[in-house]
């Protein structure tokens, strides 16, 4: 299976700790995006990576939320002192450099966030 | 402001057409997007259409698009069970080099047997 993958899957976490998600991109895809999605709503775009550089992020994304993407390659977006408002689907996409004004972003699983 | 915007479910019988809209916010998309997320799992691409076309069919998939009212719809025909999914349509807003994702709130499409 070449597409993107997300570890875990589900992970439950008590309010006040810290977790991690991690994305494996599409191997030759230079784009990686992070988006949450919460019950009954369509994605929110949390944060941007060109190669390793961190080019865009949301306001949705708080002081508490960190991503990195240190050899351009995976990815992990870390959430600090979680809170309940914080659950939610994680979803990674990636995607390979635009041809003409197509940017065609393909999705993970996601990874589904339920904080106690 | 960027909203895009789809009527959140839809119900058809088995064999039947099913029609999902949505209208976007910013005429300058190059490319529009429809994806299907099925329960508990990511967003699969179906199918995209460019900006200067009207119409794209893809199998049992047409894409329209209403340039001047802001609008687009797909149509499924001989619509399966298997079809039963939420449906996404999404608007990239591009600033400075990111094709930011604008989703609307899903079409949930349940088919009757």
């Known amino acids: 299976d070449t597409g993107v993958s997300q570890d875990p899957r589900h992970k439950i976490t008590k309010r006040g700790q810290n977790v991690t998600f991690r994305c494996d991109p599409i191997s030759e895809h230079n784009r990686l995006y992070w988006y949450r999605q919460t019950l009954g709503q369509g994605p929110e775009f949390l944060t941007y990576?060109?190669?390793?550089?961190?080019?865009?992020k949301s306001r949705l994304l708080s002081d508490r939320f960190s991503a990195e993407r240190p050899k351009g390659s995976f990815s992990t977006l870390e959430i600090q002192r979680t809170e309940q408002g914080d659950s939610a689907m994680y979803l990674c996409?990636?995607?390979?450099?635009?041809?003409?004004?197509?940017?065609?972003?393909?999705f993970g699983p996601g990874t589904r966030l339920l904080v106690l | 402001g960027e909203d895009v915007e789809q009527s959140l479910f839809l119900s058809v019988r088995e064999g039947d057409s099913s029609v999902i809209n949505c209208t976007y916010t910013?005429?300058?998309?190059?490319?529009l997007y429809w994806y299907k997320q099925e329960p508990g799992a990511g967003l699969q691409l179906l199918t995209y259409?460019?900006?200067?076309?009207d119409m794209k069919q893809d199998q049992r998939l047409t894409v329209l698009l209403n340039k001047k009212d802001k609008h687009l719809s797909l149509r499924i025909a001989d619509t399966q069970t298997g079809d039963s999914a939420i449906y996404f349509c999404?608007?990239?807003?591009?600033?400075?080099?990111?094709?930011?994702?604008?989703f609307g709130t899903g079409t949930r499409l349940k088919v009757l047997a």
């Open positions: 999404a608007e990239p807003i591009t600033t400075s080099g990111t094709y930011k994702y604008i």
């Open positions: 990576f060109q190669n390793e550089a961190q080019l865009e």
């Open positions: 910013d005429s300058s998309s190059t490319y």
């Open positions: 996409a990636s995607s390979p450099p635009p041809q003409g004004f197509r940017e065609t972003q393909y």
């Open positions: 259409i460019f900006s200067n076309m």
